[in-house]
Nanobody, 123 residues
């Protein structure tokens, strides 16, 4: 069982930056693919970024060049650095962990989910 706790959300003006963190419990963190998804008001949950056990990264087109995902296996933590934020980035951001890397942009690739952290970008 893996527990995930997100932090770092908040209110920021358009063009600003935020860094989200996701702390994971369990001894096998380094073996998991980790991802960030988000769910805006009235929208379905959508893929943002993922990072494999060996730090290969995947990004949604909408965030490519603005967001960076990284991981620190010694700290059991994955990060999402978000720059040049836009109002359309407003959402609850969820951290997810999966034991397989078949379809990293799909929610069904992931076994464990955090509770989410709110990110609000004002115009």
């Amino acid at each position: 069982q893996v527990q995930l706790v997100e932090s770092g959300g908040g209110l920021v003006q358009a063009g600003g930056s935020l860094r989200l963190s996701c702390a994971a419990s369990g001894p096998t963190f380094s073996r998991y693919i980790m991802a960030w998804f988000r769910q805006g008001p009235g929208k379905e949950r959508e893929f943002v970024a993922a990072i494999s056990w060996n730090s290969y990264t995947y990004y949604a087109d909408s965030v490519k060049g603005r967001f960076t995902i990284s991981r620190d296996n010694a700290k059991n933590t994955v990060y999402l650095q978000m720059n040049s934020l836009k109002p359309e980035d407003t959402a609850v951001y969820y951290c997810a962990a999966g034991s397989v890397n078949i379809r990293p942009s799909r929610t069904d690739n992931y076994l464990y989910w955090g509770q989410g952290t709110q990110v609000t970008v004002s115009s």
